[in-house]
T-cell receptor, first 112, second 115 residues
Framework: DGGITQSPKYLFRKEGQNVTLSCEQN?????MYWYRQDPGQGLRLIYY???????QKGDIAEGYSVSREKKESFPLTVTSAQKNPTAFYLC???????????FGSGTRLTVV | AQTVTQSQPEMSVQEAETVTLSCTYD???????LFWYKQPPSRQMILVIR??????QNATENRFSVNFQKAAKSFSLKISDSQLGDTAMYFC????????????FGTGTRLQVFP
């Protein structure tokens, strides 16, 4: 079955460390997105990519980095520059605006 | 910039009753898409219903329907015959009319369905 896989489901990071969240899709979707979800703030866009080897900053890109070397993969790195990284991270992909997004099951990142 | 506002942080409804969740948005675009997503306790985001702005007819999907008022920039979701499985966070979202573009989300409404 086609879908989006995010791993790991839970991730713990020590302060000062970088950590990478994985997002893989086999839907042949062109566009991929990373959102951060905090209580009471909905989903906020971190980065998005509409084509391989190209990506754009979203509303809260500071302290994050991404790459898009393959159509299927869009990993997100949370760097030590991100002041408050503890959150729930959602990856999504889309083929065309009308159909909205398909979401992964999310990664819960906790800084310890 | 586009914004989406959901003014009801929490709502509750009794099983089998009807409930309406509110959403307003701000945009200068004429063509766009609007969506309602459901996030149950599993936290998986599920598309509930979508509306194309250039279509005047309100979208319906089984027990879910919308009241789309383009001039008022309002996009409410009506859930009929509420079921316990409808308990979830509901997010309203906006996208400009494009092949692919950013989804802009509201802050969500937490819906609790009581037996």
């Amino acid at each position: 079955d086609g879908g989006i896989t995010q791993s790991p489901k839970y991730l713990f990071r020590k302060e000062g460390q970088n950590v990478t969240l994985s997002c893989e899709q086999n839907l042949n979707h062109d566009a991929m997105y990373w959102y951060r979800q905090d209580p009471g703030q909905g989903l906020r866009l971190i980065y998005y990519s509409q084509i391989v080897n190209d990506f754009q900053k979203g509303d809260i890109a500071e302290g994050y980095s991404v790459s898009r070397e393959k159509k299927e993969s869009f990993p997100l790195t949370v760097t030590s520059a991100q002041k408050n990284p503890t959150a729930f991270y959602l990856c999504a992909s889309s083929i065309e605006g009308l159909y909205g997004y398909t979401f992964g099951s999310g990664t819960r990142l906790t800084v310890v | 910039a586009q914004t989406v506002t959901q003014s009801q942080p929490e709502m509750s409804v009794q099983e089998a009753e009807t409930v309406t969740l509110s959403c307003t948005y701000d945009t200068s675009e004429n063509n766009y898409y609007l969506f309602w997503y459901k996030q149950p306790p599993s936290r998986q985001m599920i598309l509930v219903i979508r509306q194309e702005a250039y279509k005047q007819q309100n979208a319906t999907e089984n027990r879910f329907s919308v009241n789309f008022q383009k001039a008022a920039k309002s996009f409410s979701l009506k859930i009929s015959d509420s079921q316990l499985g409808d308990t979830a966070m509901y997010f309203c979202a906006f996208m400009k009319h494009a092949y692919t573009d950013k989804l802009i989300f509201g802050t969500g409404t937490r819906l609790q369905v009581f037996p």
